[in-house]
C-alpha cells in the first residue's frame, strides 16, 4: 500500500519538474514534498477512518452519503476527471516523451508525439489487461527499481560536483556565458538554500505564506481526498495496513529532495550555458523553448554522467514512474466515470458491461490528453499568471491549485454532523 501510493504519487513530470526547478531556482520546491509527509499521515489517522466506515469505493460516492444529493456526486466526478487530463495523465505522458527523446537524440515534434504513443501503449497494457490489485503490485516492484536508479544518478552527481558543500557552494555561480538583457535574468537566488522565502511575490518565485496556506488547501485536495491516493489505501486488508502504508509512503517523501532536486541544482553547475540558457535565441538551439531549459536538467545528467549500462537503467526508471503514475490514474478515472457516472444512468449495467465501459473510458481519456499537451509545452504560470513560468513543475502545480481550490472546503466538514446539501 505505502509503495503503491508513493509510486501513484511520483511520476515522470517529479523526474523532470523537481529537477528542473532545483536547476531554476534552488531548493525551494522541495517543501512541497516535505510538506506532503505530514499531510498524508492526516489521510491515514482523520480521513481514511470515515472513509473506511463509509463502505464506499469512490470520493464522489462518499459526497453523496454524506451530503445527500446527486448532484454533489456529479459534479466532483467531472472535476476529478478534468484535472486528470490538465494536471496528471498530460503532464506525465509530456515529461517521460521529454526524457525519451533527450535520450534518442530526436528533437522533433514528430519525436515526441512518436514517444508517447510508445509510453501509451505500456500503460494500456497494465490498466486495461490487469486491475487494482495488478496495478498495486507493479507500483510495487517499479518503486524499487525507480529509488535504485535514481540512487545512483545521485551519487554519480555529487561525485562529480564534488559534494555536498561544492554543490552549496557553486550553485550561486552557475551563471551562462551568453544572457539576456535583463540584468537578472539567468542568474540564480540568493535565497537557493531556503525553503521559506520572502512572502512578497515580486521578490521570490516561491512565497512562504504561499508554501504555507496554500499548500495546505491543494495538499488536502490532492492527498485526502483525490480518488487515486485513497484509492490505494481503501484496498488495505485492514486499518492498520493502512496506517502502516501512509507512514511508509509518508518517509519516502523525504527522498525527491534528494534524488531530483539536489541533481538539478548539481546539473546547472555542471552545465551552466545549457541547463540555465536565459537567451530566447539560444534557449531555443538547445531545447527547442525559449523561455528556458531547466527542464532538461535530469535528462541532461543521465545523458552525460552515467556509462551505458547505468543509462539504460535511468531509462527503465523514467519508464516504471511514469507507468506507475499513469495506470493509478488510468484506473482511478474509470472508476470514477462507472461507478459514479455511467451507473447514474444505467442503473442495471452488469459487470461486464462495466468493465468494457470502463476501457472504453480510458482511450477517449487518453485522446483527450494527447491533444491537450502541446498546451503543456508552451505552459508556465505561476502565481497565476499564465504563460509566465520558468518551468512544467510550477505549471502543473499551478492548474492543481486552479482546479481544486474548492474541495477542501467541503470534506473538512466530514468531521461534524452539520450542513448537508441544502445548508
Given amino acids: 500500500v505505502g509503495s503503491s501510493l508513493y509510486g501513484s504519487n511520483i511520476g515522470s513530470i517529479h523526474f523532470i519538474g523537481l529537477a528542473g526547478s532545483g536547476a531554476s531556482s534552488g531548493i525551494g520546491v522541495a517543501g512541497y514534498e516535505l510538506f506532503a509527509t505530514f499531510l498524508i499521515l492526516l489521510l491515514g489517522w482523520l480521513f481514511v477512518p470515515v472513509y473506511m466506515s463509509s463502505g464506499i469505493y469512490t470520493m464522489p460516492e462518499y459526497l453523496r452519503e454524506r451530503f445527500g444529493g446527486q448532484r454533489i456526486r456529479i459534479s466532483l466526478s467531472l472535476l476529478s476527471l478534468v484535472a486528470y487530463i490538465l494536471t496528471k495523465i498530460s503532464a506525465d505522458l509530456y515529461a517521460g516523451a521529454l526524457f ?168 546547472r553547475i555542471l552545465f551552466p550555458d545549457t541547463i540555465g540558457c536565459s537567451d530566447p535565441d539560444e534557449c531555443k538551439k538547445i531545447c527547442g523553448n525559449a523561455r528556458g531549459c531547466s527542464n532538461i536538467a535530469y535528462p541532461e545528467l543521465v545523458i552525460k554522467l552515467l556509462p551505458t549500462g547505468l543509462k539504460g537503467l535511468m531509462v527503465a526508471v523514467m519508464m516504471a514512474s511514469l507507468m506507475s503514475s499513469l495506470t493509478s490514474v488510468f484506473n482511478s478515472a474509470s472508476t470514477i466515470f462507472t461507478i459514479d457516472i455511467w451507473s447514474r444512468f444505467r442503473k442495471r449495467a452488469s459487470d461486464i458491461e462495466l468493465v468494457i465501459v470502463g476501457r472504453i473510458f480510458v482511450l477517449i481519456l487518453v485522446a483527450i490528453s494527447i491533444i491537450w499537451i502541446p498546451v503543456l509545452h508552451m505552459c508556465r504560470f505561476p502565481h497565476g499568471n499564465f504563460m509566465a513560468s520558468s518551468n512544467g513543475a510550477r505549471c502543473i502545480l499551478g492548474l492543481n491549485e486552479w482546479v481544486s481550490s474548492g474541495i477542501p472546503e467541503i470534506f473538512p466538514r466530514i468531521f461534524y454532523a452539520p450542513p448537508n446539501l441544502w445548508g
Avoid at 522533433?108 to 486495461?128: D, H, P, Q, R
Avoid at 505564506?209 to 491543494?218: K, P, Q, V, Y
Wanted: proline content about 5%; some cysteine; hydrophobic content about 50%.
Fill in 100 to 267: 525519451l527523446q533527450l535520450v534518442m537524440n530526436k528533437t522533433s515534434s514528430e519525436w515526441l508525439y512518436i514517444s508517447i504513443l510508445i509510453l501509451l501503449g505500456f500503460a494500456a497494457v497494465f490498466t486495461i489487461a490487469g486491475g487494482l490489485t495488478a496495478v498495486i503490485w507493479t507500483d510495487f516492484v517499479q518503486i524499487i527499481l525507480m529509488l535504485i536508479g535514481a540512487f545512483f544518478l545521485m551519487v554519480y552527481a555529487f561525485a562529480e560536483v564534488g559534494g555536498y558543500h561544492k554543490m552549496v557552494e557553486d550553485y550561486p555561480y552557475a551563471i551562462p556565458s551568453k544572457r539576456a538583457g535583463n540584468s537578472s535574468c539567468g542568474i540564480p537566488p540568493q535565497d537557493y538554500m531556503s525553503l521559506l522565502r520572502s512572502p512578497y511575490p515580486s521578490e521570490s518565485d516561491l512565497p512562504w505564506t504561499g508554501m504555507t496556506f496554500g499548500l495546505t488547501i491543494i495538499g488536502t485536495y490532492y492527498f485526502s481526498t483525490d480518488q487515486v491516493m485513497v484509492q490505494r489505501v481503501l484496498a488495505s486488508k485492514n486499518m492498520i495496513h493502512a496506517k502502516a502504508g501512509c507512514v511508509l509512503a509518508s518517509y519516502l517523501k523525504l527522498l525527491p529532495l534528494w534524488l531530483m532536486v539536489f541533481p538539478g541544482m548539481i546539473a
